[in-house]
């Protein structure tokens, strides 16, 4: 992004929040994210529905030989025909999904919220469908009714959006909330005077994000359930590279990985000159999430991006109900709560995902890990967020697991990741990479070599920038590092270790450490830079430097003891 992009995103993203904001001295941020949230998908949906109506409306209306949407004016009797046979064309369903764009019903769109919103007497004025003016209606039941009609729109989407009227919001309140939103240029934004590439959807895209961090800060620990930092869901995503194929994720959140592996598809088409919408069809999109909440903004994240979707039947838990039980997926990618301790049932004592060994019975950590890889595809990839502990514990059956990992050749990368970069926990966090196809046997990807008996680990602990006081965070060029790295490593091409960052090691060497993975055990030191001084000259220097302090620190414990024995004290 320009300077300019960025600064455009940081005032939007200070307007709209402080907006929101207003709206905790009645309700509490479990609450009250789901009214902006829910007006956060009305506008971003609208916007994007609006910007193809006026790329059709410009396609109708040009007379071009291979223009096959052109509708030619001489076809009608007048100028009212031709304009009515415009309007009933922009309704028709196929151009909007052609183009990958979410349907939205005319009860829905943000100008019919916006148009029929009276100040200041915070109601509504709405008109039946045979056109009657009826009772003046409240603007929570406006949203409602919009909310209701994308339901009933789009099946997937059918008892997923919440309604807001529950919340019993003051009308004023949402009103002046929703002319927030109204008082904002999504499309074609200007700023300073510069106008800016931005499209709505990339802009509604930020903010939806950036609404999402917000929140999980608000609710602390409970609302950082479904909100992984954007940079570690991108350099996962980098990292394993998800073109096509079933992408899984069984701690699923708000579907930040599915949103990265769109993004990720959509710029690679751009590098390759092939259509974005058409790649997109070749990803099939599967999740599960216990939580209620998150579960619905999953739902809601995919059908804002026009993703198709299957998050099982329910929100359900994913050990206990496992809403996809026959999945294979080609990528498997997640970030589970950290050492969970209450997930164990006795009915799970026998199950086949534990392949590798019975997970704890007070952390989950290996139940994911072998339940990812129990759905992974025979030439399937997978990462998978975990607390340190993971690399080195061998308490409860751990240990035996990861040897068993390591020893089945199934781990492929490990990645080391500095502290402060979860908003809602303190614990280090690294990722673990594994694949069922190392030998590249398949040919899934011809760029793969066979690296069968050879983990790289990735020491990226001293990498980042502190964003503020509490939160650190990489870059686009921190991910790049990482990645490259990997993909050199993965592909034979230009991979070298880095003393300190970087190291291609053998299941021999990894025995040696007792199967412990641990990046910082193999890459070991940054290497320091020569200043020229010969060792031997260097270490005599220090030597004598050490002896001084020593002799130094002698004499002032003496003078100590004396001034003590002088006020009657001694040591």
Known sequence: MSNAEQQFLKALDDKLWNAADKL????????????????????????AFEERQEELLELFQRDDDDNIYYLPRDSYD?????????????????????????????????????????????????????????????????VDNALEAIENSNVKLKGILNRISQYQLDNDKLIGLINTFSDTSFSKPVYEGETLELQSKDILGHVYEYFLGEFALAEGKQGGQYYTPKSIVTLIVEMLEPYSG???DPAMGSGGFFVSSSKFIEQHAQEQQYDAAEQLKHISIYGQESNPTTWKLAAMNMAIRGID???????????LDNQHPDLRADFVMANPPFNVRDWWSESLADDVRWQYGIPPKGNANFAWMQHMLHHLAPTGSMA?????????????????????????????????????????????????????????????????RDRRGELLFIDARNIGYMRDRVLRDFTNEDIAKITDVYHAWQRGEGYEDVAGFCKSASLEEIAKHDFVLTPGRYVGAAEEEDDGEPFAEKMERL??????????????????????????YEL
């Open 78 to 142: 007048s100028d009212e025909d031709y304009q009515e046979a415009l309007q009933e064309e922009l309704e028709q369903l196929d151009y909007y999904r052609e183009a990958n764009v979410f349907w939205v019903p005319k009860a829905a769109r943000w100008n019919t919220i916006k148009e029929k919103v009276v100040l200041p007497t915070g109601s509504v004025l709405w008109q039946d469908e045979a056109g009657n003016d009826v009772k003046l209606r409240s603007a929570s039941w406006l």
């Open 309 to 319: 979707f299957n998050f099982g039947k329910k929100n359900a838990d994913t050990f």
């Open 246 to 248: 079933r992408v899984y």
């Open 384 to 448: 998978l967020l975990l607390a340190n502990g993971s690399m080195s514990s061998n308490t409860n059956n751990e240990g035996e697991i990861r040897k068993r990992l390591i020893e089945e050749d199934l781990v492929e990368c490990m990645v080391a990741l500095p502290g402060q970069l979860f908003t809602n926990t303190q614990i280090p966090a690294c990722i673990w990479f594994l694949t069922k196809d190392k030998a590249n046997g398949m040919v899934r990807s011809e760029r793969k």
């Open 543 to 568: 030597t004598s430097t050490l002896k001084e302090q020593f002799a130094e620190s002698a004499r002032l414990e003496d003078e100590i003891k004396k001034n003590l024995a002088g006020l009657g």
């Open 24 to 47: 905790r001295a009645n309700l509490d941020a479990a609450n009250y994210k789901h009214i902006v949230l829910g007006l956060i998908f009305l506008k971003y949906v609208s916007d």
